[in-house]
């Protein structure tokens, strides 16, 4: 546990206000570390938004705090996140909570850095080539089709979580090759692990961390069966696994086992969380501006409804991509950044950022930057068309995927996904939100109605 006195707070101002010679004139950032050992910690999980919200109205987009027994320095808008992406990997390094770590693995690229983590993505990459993303679109549409008939036959669902059942189904069977619709077990070994990751990282029995490790030992003790049967019954199957089984990097060098299993795992959370959090701001927002999904409605018509979407076809759907990019700049499934440790100490907005302190960038409050997006709490698609093109005044101002050299790896899987089960969806389905429901969002780990999102949900026949 971290603990300190108020004394020791000051005096690690003085400390790195001394070290940071280079600029001896430049002040920490304003802001408040709170109280002494747990800082603002409580304010901050209590309710994230309100708590940056407060902070960047008195004190602007660069402040100071202390969370998790760490000096921070929170940082908003583009020029912060540009500053933080430039630096990334040299006055800066990624860190991660120790329950992250521990169950990630320590192969995983979300805990590599330096040189290790490019040679680490640049392999992982292959299996998010553009050859790949096809042949994965015909899972996602067919997957998508059996799920969206079911849904119609349930008839009033709460959406949240058979959405995710939708997407774990999709990343399960792209990633290994195994359905988790038909290995309910699976489904439940990967919920007890993923429910651990932000828990408090002690081991002892019947906690909520211990049961996260036995669970992904479980998991990783079933890649390694997968494993196996691909090495020894070779196929010409390309999911994810087999892709990365073949891959090589520069010198020929292959993936080791454990790097194998590490990776698939931290995709599987990847490729599935944050994809839920997605669907459901779509399907929620679509909902409150039927204006909007019928001019989508009328985008399918106008392109004859095709029956197979490839990237060519989908390229060809531009209101919907005015939507995806407004639905995540509105309600980005993620809402802090990973905290990056400062190598180096630097200046930022005239502002000392101290080594060894921690700093991240918010993603919510890039994108609600009303000097960039008029109207900036108004869910728009139109100010992303042609004529308007708000986000390109300035780099780094849309930015749910993150940016630089830990921009998510998987980005255009996520795209394609999200647009195939949106254009399937709008073409034959309706849905309206059921009343007395509280449509609030709770954003940790990750962005999702608090509610659930409750629904009716029909085929339509006309």
């Known amino acids: 546990m971290f603990y300190e006195t108020v004394a020791y707070r000051n005096s690690l101002e003085l400390e790195t206000m001394t070290n940071l010679s280079t600029q001896p004139t430049l002040a920490l950032p304003p802001g408040c570390f709170g109280l002494p050992g747990i800082g603002e910690s409580i304010q901050y999980l209590r309710n994230p938004e309100d708590f940056i919200a407060q902070r960047q109205q008195k004190y602007g987009n660069v402040f100071k705090t202390h969370l998790f027994g760490r000096p921070t320095i929170a940082l908003i808008g583009a020029d912060a996140a540009r500053f933080l992406f430039i630096n990334d990997g040299q006055r800066l390094e990624m860190t991660n909570t120790p329950s992250f770590k521990v169950l990630l693995g320590e192969k995983s690229i979300g805990v590599q850095t330096g040189t290790a983590h490019q040679i680490l993505r640049r392999q992982l990459f292959q299996a998010f080539q553009p050859r790949a ?95 196996d049967q691909r090495q020894q019954h070779p196929t010409i199957k390309q999911d994810i696994l087999s892709i990365l089984l073949a891959a090589k990097d520069e010198e020929g060098n292959a993936l080791s086992r454990i790097d194998i299993k590490d990776n698939v795992l931290g995709m599987l959370v990847a490729g599935h969380e944050t994809l839920t959090s997605a669907l459901s701001s779509l399907c929620q927002l679509l909902a409150q501006h039927p204006e909007v999904l019928e001019m989508l409605r009328a985008e399918q018509l106008r392109l004859g409804n095709p029956t197979t979407l490839t990237q060519e076809t989908l390229k060809q759907m531009t209101y919907l991509e005015q939507v995806l990019k407004e639905v995540l700049r509105l309600i980005p499934p993620v809402v802090r950044s990973g905290s990056r440790k400062v190598l180096e100490s630097s200046e930022f907005g005239g502002y000392k950022i101290p080594q060894g302190w921690d700093v991240y960038y918010q993603i919510p409050e890039t994108h609600q930057d009303r000097q960039i997006y008029k109207n900036s709490a108004r869910f728009d698609p139109d100010r992303f068309s042609p004529e308007r093109a708000e986000d390109k005044q300035k780099v780094f101002s849309h930015i749910p995927f993150g940016g630089g050299i830990r921009e998510c790896l998987g980005k255009e899987f996520a795209r394609l996904e999200i647009k195939i089960f949106a254009a399937l969806i709008v073409r034959r389905y309706q849905w309206e939100l059921l009343p007395n429901q509280n449509l609030a969002r709770t954003v940790l780990p990750f962005s999702r109605p608090r509610d659930g999102l409750k629904v009716k949900f029909w085929r339509n026949e006309s």
């Not at 096809?134 to 969206?148: D, G, R």
């Not at 008939?149 to 058979?162: H, N, P, R, S, V």
């Not at 081991?203 to 079933?222: H, M, W």
Request: hydrophobic share 40%; charged share 25%; aromatic share 12%.
């Open 133 to 227: 993303l096809e042949n994965y679109a015909v899972t996602m549409a067919e997957v998508t089709q059996c799920y969206l008939q079911k849904w119609a036959q349930i008839g009033t669902l709460t959406w949240y979580d058979e959405l995710k059942r939708y997407t774990l189904d999709i990343a399960c069977r792209l990633l290994v090759g195994v359905s988790t619709a038909a290995d309910e077990q699976l489904e439940k070994v990967y919920e007890i692990w993923s429910d651990g990751l932000l828990s408090i990282p002690v081991r002892f029995p019947g906690s909520k961390f211990e049961r996260a490790v036995r669970a992904r030992e479980q998991l990783l003790t079933q890649f390694d069966k997968l494993i």
